[in-house]
């Protein structure tokens, strides 16, 4: 069975610090990447996806992530953090089917 | 509409109650699924819709959850019998095709006292 680990559970950095978050998964075969985002009090959104090509995706509100197959990795990044990306981020993979896995968040706090 | 919607935002319940959760997906969607998320954990797949039919329900803890999709748009879940380990905040998200993402519903915060 496929699954997601994230490294850190909580993050916290000062505004314009950049930002990395660690994103492991656990499948043999060709999968699907995403990331996506929850601000406090709304619904989970979509900030960038993976399918195949270019490893470095590039998303919305300058966020970017890397996929490094053979380290079965795709780690989010941001050069410089806002006050406003305050928000749990999920990474999550799909295996080409419908069934999509989600890590267990990680939650990060920008401090003004 | 122009995103999913999900009725209602909040319920509370008393253990052993019976509770139905509904999901509005955006229209031409064909796909919808439910998720469960519990505090501090990522979303955990229950249930996936193509059209009207359930293609993989592999998620559903036990067969006190249910879910229906008559016309292949509007899904309700049902709980049966439901316990305070139900608490949770239910997820549903509807996309156009295999993998290409989804786009999420505001949720249900269903707590049971």
């Known amino acids: 069975a496929q699954s997601v680990s994230q490294h850190n559970h909580h993050v916290i950095l000062s505004e314009a610090a950049s930002l990395e978050l660690g994103c492991n998964y656990s499948?043999?075969?060709?999968?699907?990447l995403f990331w996506y985002v929850q601000y406090p009090g709304q619904h989970l959104q979509l900030l960038l996806k993976?399918?195949?090509?270019?490893?470095l995706v590039k998303g919305i509100k300058g966020f970017e992530a890397e996929f490094i197959k053979s380290k079965f990795s795709f780690n989010l990044r941001k050069p410089s953090v806002q006050w406003s990306d305050t928000a749990e981020y999920f990474c999550?993979?799909?295996?080409?089917?419908?069934?999509?896995?989600f890590g267990p968040g990680t939650r990060l706090s920008v401090l003004p | 509409g122009a995103g999913v919607s999900q009725t209602p935002s909040n319920k509370v319940t008393e253990k052993g109650k019976y509770v139905e959760l509904r999901c509005d997906p955006i229209?031409?969607?064909?796909?919808l699924y439910w998720y469960r998320q519990s505090l501090g954990q990522g979303p955990e797949f229950l249930i996936y819709?193509?059209?009207?039919?359930?293609?993989?329900d592999s998620g559903l803890p036990n067969d006190r959850f249910f879910a229906v999709r008559p016309e292949g748009s509007v899904s309700t879940l049902k709980i049966q019998r439901t316990e305070r380990g139900d608490s949770a905040v239910y997820l549903c998200?509807?996309?156009?095709?295999?993998?290409?993402?989804?786009?999420f519903g505001s949720g249900t915060r269903l707590t049971v006292v």
């Open positions: 998200a509807s996309s156009t095709g295999t993998g290409y993402g989804y786009t």
């Open positions: 499948y043999g075969g060709t999968v699907n």
């Open positions: 993976y399918f195949s090509g270019d490893p």
């Open positions: 999550a993979v799909n295996d080409q089917g419908q069934n999509f896995v």
């Open positions: 229209s031409g969607h064909t796909a």
């Open positions: 819709f193509q059209g009207t039919g359930a293609a993989d």
